[in-house]
């Protein structure tokens, strides 16, 4: 089974470039920068350099002893919460910036849910001196008024985005509008595997340092490259790209993405696009969409702001399709439990949509040497005010 993309954008049936003719030429141009720049050796050195002086990477990969004892298998977490920013959106960032920069873009756009993609482009416009627009739903802006803050210390303006259900989605159909009536001058940093070819493969290319580190680090521990388990997050895929796609040809790793059930996939309140998505077009790709019998797209839901979407990356839908990768639609009340427990037992407080991650392993059949490796993609400083209003669920 090919799990690449091929020539034209797409993963098996998933992918391609559904998007109109105003932004033919936008789209053209960033396949050629992609096909031209990114191999270049000025284009690696400088984003190396960055990665290592100014993210911070590499980041670690940490044995965790108690939640390893609980679960009876040896579990490894990879920190990308401890990236400069607090989240993996740092990796492709600075990359999409770099990339911008030499294609003579003088604007950043972006669309944010949980705010980690919003302040990470605000951060690399702030570095590049750079014009920065972040376009976020009012609901996420409500419920994540810390990076919003953030963002606009940064320098970049937030535009709160009030149509459909004010979240994710939404605020990414406004980005590429106003990409639409700015073509010239303005570069769209999309933050995940989403959107029309090249950006899910440039997305993934960025992020697959994630991937590419743990090969390089598990044999410290283990004395191989390879986990039997690689654990991640999907909502748009991100992280999940990043860290499988080092993997993803080697059929001893099992790879398991958790998304958002939400309160429960058959609830009507949920974002688990894999267990209930048909075929369609969303943000300019061909995917699993949650869409009603009209092909109307359905509001998603999840307590993960960064995690409340329709839609699923090209990659992903395709590995799923192929049984490549299992899928478990994980609901609030499990993330919150993953949350407080891998606070208690590790001290570490992670962000709600790297929750949905941990909470697959009371799900997972692993024998005592088995190695599990689970991306925590971001920290939780950002969701404090939904882990407090929820404590009491933990008799804290």
Not at 18 to 31: D, M
Not at 91 to 112: C, D, F, H, Y
Not at 160 to 186: F, M, Q
Not at 367 to 384: A, F, N, Y
Request: charged content about 20%; some cysteine.
């Amino acid at each position: 089974m090919n799990y690449s993309i091929d020539s034209n954008g797409y993963y098996g049936e998933f992918g391609g470039a559904y998007i109109p003719e105003i932004l033919h030429r936008c789209v053209s141009q960033l396949q050629e920068a992609c096909r031209t720049i990114l191999p270049s050796d000025d284009f690696k050195r400088e984003f190396e350099d960055l990665l290592k002086h100014y993210v911070g990477r590499p980041s670690p990969l940490y044995h965790a002893k108690r939640l390893s004892e609980k679960y009876g298998c040896k579990v490894y977490l990879k920190r990308e919460d401890l990236n400069h920013t607090g989240a993996h959106k740092i990796n492709n960032a600075v990359g999409q910036m770099l990339l911008a920069r030499r294609m003579g873009k003088s604007r950043i756009i972006a669309e944010t849910g949980a705010g980690q993609h919003g302040v990470a482009a605000a951060t690399v416009c702030a570095l590049a001196g750079m014009e920065c627009l972040v376009f976020m739903g009012k609901t996420d802006i409500e419920r994540q008024h810390v990076n919003v803050e953030k963002m606009k210390m940064l320098g970049a303006e937030v535009v709160p985005v009030t149509s459909g259900n004010a979240t994710l989605k939404d605020a990414t159909n406004e980005a590429i509008r106003y990409w639409c009536c700015h073509p010239d001058d303005t570069y769209y940093l999309i933050g995940s595997t989403v959107g029309p070819h090249p950006y899910p493969q440039l997305v993934a290319h960025l992020q697959s340092v994630i991937g590419e580190e743990i090969a390089r680090q598990l044999p410290e521990f283990e004395g191989r490259e390879y986990p039997d388990y690689l654990i991640a997050c999907v909502g748009g895929g991100s992280n999940a790209a990043g860290t499988l796609l080092r993997f993803v040809d080697d059929l001893r790793v099992h790879i398991v993405l958790a998304e958002a059930g939400g309160l429960g996939v058959d609830s009507g309140k949920t974002a688990a696009t894999l267990a209930l998505g048909r075929m369609g077009i969303l943000h300019g790709a061909r995917t699993y969409v949650i869409q009603n019998e009209d092909g109307q797209v359905t509001e998603p839901y999840s307590i993960s702001a960064g995690l409340d979407y329709p839609g699923i990356g090209p990659l992903h839908a395709h590995l799923a399709a192929t049984k490549r990768a299992e899928v478990l639609a994980i609901n609030d009340d499990e993330a919150l439990r993953a949350a407080y427990e891998l606070t208690r037992l590790e001290g570490i407080i992670p962000a709600l949509e790297s929750a949905h991650a941990l909470a697959v392993l009371p799900h997972l059949q692993a024998r005592p040497d088995d190695v599990v490796v689970i991306t925590v993609s971001g920290r939780g400083d950002k969701d404090m005010d939904t882990y407090l209003k929820h404590q009491t669920e933990f008799n804290l």
